[in-house]
């Protein structure tokens, strides 16, 4: 089986142009490793729970591909590439200013673009008069997460309590509140990925039987024009975060606003939608990098 290999005996050698890091396989990774190998790249893969890797020392291949589920490794195994002086996509330094939410609103804020009013909440005391300050109607989400778990829509102190009290029993990268201004997107969002200085368009993701727009909750992703508006933002998320290959989603309301940046994004979705082979584009983004 393909994916339980670990390209040891190649990994450090001239062999392998790129280097593809991933944990728990997906539709994405399978993609991107066929498109890799269809435009003549040589791939090694790496399994980080599976084997070692190794800080400085080493030389790793010139590109490398990071692809984990888990954020926390991913950020670990990209580091450690890096001192290998590998050319990692994403940077480490991306991986944290997307994977944690908290960076990630900050990095956008200070690059001037527009986001949700939100505030960090480190206490239930704390939340609580977060909540007050958005409005008594917030949006609660941990710092860390993905595919909308626990987001939380919170129109009452005491849904805040109980949610305040259940985090506070989790450990680590979950406890902590970003309370944030609820954006009436009528369950719509809007993704664009970009890859290098390239956005290769846009969709619309539209919920289904919940009211965030996560395709794993069930919404569904249709084609949305790409308007220079959107196309300018997404350029400068990806420069706020320094994201060579991310999705920038927006809520918007009478207004356009960034709510997330993904440095590990999903794109099954966005290409049954659009038709873009993603896969495909990054490969030849790789390619262009072998090359210079
Ligand atoms: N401030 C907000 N206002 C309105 N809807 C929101 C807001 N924040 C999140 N959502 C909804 O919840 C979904 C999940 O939130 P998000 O911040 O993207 O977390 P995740 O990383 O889990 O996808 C979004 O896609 C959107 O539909
Ligand atoms: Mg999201």
Redesign the pocket.
């Known amino acids: 089986m393909l994916w339980a290999l670990f390209a040891g005996e190649l990994f450090g050698t001239s062999s392998i142009d790129v280097l593809l890091v991933v944990d728990h396989p997906r539709v994405e990774e399978k993609l991107i490793l066929r498109e890799l190998k269809s435009i003549g790249l040589r791939v090694g893969l790496l399994n980080p729970r599976v084997s070692p890797v190794q800080i400085g020392g080493f030389s790793a291949p010139a590109v490398s591909l990071v692809r984990t589920v888990s954020m926390f490794n991913g950020l670990r195994a990209a580091a450690a590439l890096e001192s290998q002086d590998s050319h990692v996509v994403n940077s480490s330094y991306t991986i944290i200013a997307c994977g944690d939410?908290a960076v990630g609103y900050a990095k956008l804020a200070s690059a001037g673009l527009p986001i949700?009013r939100?505030y960090l909440a480190f206490s239930m005391e704390a939340a609580a008069k977060a909540f007050e300050e958005v409005g008594g109607v917030?949006?609660d989400?941990p710092p860390v997460?993905?595919?909308?778990?626990?987001?939380s829509?919170v129109r009452s102190r005491r849904l805040l309590k109980y949610i305040a009290e259940a985090r506070e029993e989790m450990s680590g990268s979950v406890r902590g509140h970003?309370i944030?201004?609820?954006?009436?997107?009528k369950?719509?969002?809007l993704r664009c990925l970009v890859v290098g200085d390239r956005v290769l368009g846009c969709v619309e993701?539209v919920?289904r039987g919940d009211?965030?727009?996560?395709v794993?909750?069930g919404?569904s992703a249709r084609p949305h024009e790409l308007s220079s508006e959107l196309e300018e933002l997404a350029l400068k998320a990806a420069e706020a975060v320094q994201g060579e290959f991310i999705s920038v989603?927006f809520?918007v309301d009478s207004s356009t606003?960034v709510?997330?940046v993904?440095g590990t994004p999903e794109f099954k979705g966005f290409m049954a939608a659009t038709g873009v082979n993603v896969a495909r584009k990054l490969a030849e983004h790789v390619k262009e990098r072998l090359r210079a």
């Open positions: 939410k949700p939100t917030a949006v989400k997460g993905s595919w909308g778990r626990m987001v829509l970003l944030q201004q609820y954006i009436e997107t369950g719509r969002d993701r919920a009211w965030r727009s996560n794993a909750l919404a989603d809520l606003y709510n997330e993904n």
